[in-house]
């Protein structure tokens, strides 16, 4: 248990799909973030919020929206998104920016 | 800016061989090093961790040792187990650096233990 859950774990959806995936921190962390795991590609550091306020935006496309409502809940909504955004999406949290990061499972998405 | 190499895998050992995969990274500050791991199907882990040169990490039989002089931070462990498959993933923070903000992976190392 690493105190990071993600949820769904798997999640297919088409291309003009509505859907959000669920990042939640029991650590009492103060920073969250967004990665982008794509087989044989390295990690992609996609946002990052800080005491609920956004301080990364990695040139994302914007069909990725994500939301932090407060410190322990990080949200990633999606919509039209495209076959090649298929990947692991992780969440992770930490005590602050530049700590080291805990991670949660995972969401598999699959766009068809 | 601040970056992390390693080693090209996929690494095969046979179980209980010794395992290094090197790792070395630039950074412009005094970054913190970090190895984590991942299992199939799961999260990345923090497996073990150094904060200052001459540090040495270890958890799980795994070690590596923070060497300033030749920026490097190798992982080692005496003797393998099939359940030591995963891919594992060196990283730096920097707080006083460009990565501020920011813990920064390397590409990843894929290991494969075979009995």
């Known amino acids: 248990e690493t105190g990071v859950t993600q949820t769904p774990r798997h999640l297919v959806m088409g291309m003009t799909n509505k859907k959000s995936l669920k990042c939640e921190q029991h650590?009492?962390?103060?920073?969250m973030y967004w990665y982008k795991q794509s087989a044989k590609k390295p990690l992609e550091l996609m946002f990052v919020?800080?005491?609920?306020?956004?301080?990364e935006n990695n040139s994302v496309p914007s069909r990725f929206s994500p939301e932090c409502p407060n410190s322990s809940h990080l949200f990633l909504h999606l919509h039209t998104l495209q076959p090649e955004d298929s990947a692991l999406y992780l969440c992770?949290?930490?005590?602050?920016?530049?700590?080291?990061?805990?991670f949660g499972p995972g969401t598999r998405l699959t766009v068809t | 800016g601040d970056s992390v190499t390693q080693m090209e895998g996929p690494v095969t050992l046979s179980e209980e061989a010794f395992l290094t995969i090197n790792c070395t990274y630039t950074?412009?500050?005094?970054?913190?090093l970090f190895w984590y791991v991942q299992y199939p199907g799961e999260g990345l882990q923090l497996l073990l961790k150094?904060?200052?040169?001459?540090d040495k990490g270890s958890n799980k039989g795994f070690e590596a040792t923070y060497r300033k002089e030749t920026t490097s931070f190798h992982l080692e462990k005496g003797s393998v187990q099939v359940s030591d498959s995963a891919v594992y993933f060196c990283?730096?923070?920097?707080?006083?650096?460009?990565?501020?903000?920011?813990?920064?992976f390397g590409p990843g190392t894929s290991l494969s233990v075979i009995p």
């Open positions: 919020y800080s005491l609920e306020e956004r301080v």
């Open positions: 950074a412009t500050g005094y970054p913190s």
């Open positions: 990283a730096l923070s920097d707080p006083f650096g460009t990565s501020y903000d920011k813990v920064i």
């Open positions: 150094a904060t200052k040169a001459d």
């Open positions: 650590l009492g962390h103060n920073a």
């Open positions: 992770a949290s930490s005590q602050d920016l530049s700590y080291e990061q805990y």
